[in-house]
């Protein structure tokens, strides 16, 4: 199947989403890689998420990648209009070192914060890779709610949607100016547990409800002032043997501590 050249104004308008202040302007992103639009191919097939606005490949892929040319092609037979553009131009339009020779602009998913679920805060947690990971994570230990408070990174982030590996499509990950207030007016009915090296209670010890916020804070300077206030209690993860080492990787901590709330738990309730 032959694809036509990417337009002008298709490419201006791809380059422009590079930058937050656009993405957020029109509510668009750009998703990379075979495997994220394979990810967000099966999801448009599976009515989970609107097609995307168009579909990017750099011509000689075509040609040297049969995976990628039957991608091209599930997308074009799903009505998505599909462009081919040199390498030099390719390399323009990507935000990685090494494309992978395809990418797709697509609306930002909608899908609505269920205040009766558990979710996960952070808060000014600025590294997108951290963050995609993190949501993730709470995706494979079956947390859809994922709340941004200012100062972490962009959602949408180039970096922080290949971290997420498609997980961000299929959960409910919010972003507020305001995370202080936002708990208190629309998330009130939360307890409020907030990770911390000198914790007070073991996470092993948390009882997870449909209302429990667990946050996550800046790996340098922890959960904010204005947060901390707002907590029931805060938890750590106890060290099995003594170490050196002061402190986790915030996403590895998110890991643990979504295992030993939620994976465990299930594990161990008791039969109805």
Request: net charge neutral; aromatic share 6%; hydrophobic share 40%.
């Amino acid at each position: 199947m032959l694809f036509p050249s990417l337009p002008t104004i298709v490419q201006r308008h791809i380059r422009s989403l590079h930058k937050r202040s656009e993405r957020e302007r029109h509510q668009q992103c750009i998703i990379e890689g075979e495997h994220l639009c394979a990810e967000y191919c099966a999801l448009v097939q599976a009515h989970v998420v609107a097609k995307p606005l168009c579909v990017v490949l750099q011509r000689d892929v075509l040609s040297t990648s049969q995976r990628m040319s039957t991608l091209a092609q599930a997308f074009a037979h799903l009505g998505v209009d599909v462009y081919c553009t040199p390498e030099r131009t390719f390399y323009l339009l990507s935000d990685t070192t090494t494309p992978q020779g395809i990418l797709a602009v697509v609306e930002y998913p909608c899908l609505a914060v269920e205040t009766n679920q558990p979710m996960i805060v952070l808060d000014n947690v600025n590294d997108p890779g951290n963050v995609g990971t993190i949501i993730r994570t709470a995706e494979w230990f079956g947390v859809r709610n994922i709340l941004l408070g200012q100062g972490s990174a962009d959602r949408f982030h180039p970096k922080t949607l290949r971290a997420s590996m498609g997980s961000i499509f299929r959960c409910a990950v919010a972003s507020t100016p305001n995370l202080a207030i936002t708990l208190q007016t629309e998330y009130s009915q939360y307890t409020l547990y907030g990770a911390s090296v000198r914790g007070s209670l073991d996470v092993r010890d948390v009882q997870v409800t449909n209302t429990t916020a667990i946050i996550m804070g800046n790996e340098s300077h922890g959960i904010s002032a204005d947060i901390h206030r707002l907590l029931h209690a805060t938890l750590r993860i106890t060290q099995a043997h003594a170490s050196r080492a002061e402190s986790l990787n915030v996403a590895v901590a998110a890991g643990i501590i979504l295992y030993q709330c939620f994976a465990q738990r299930h594990s161990t309730s008791p039969s109805p």
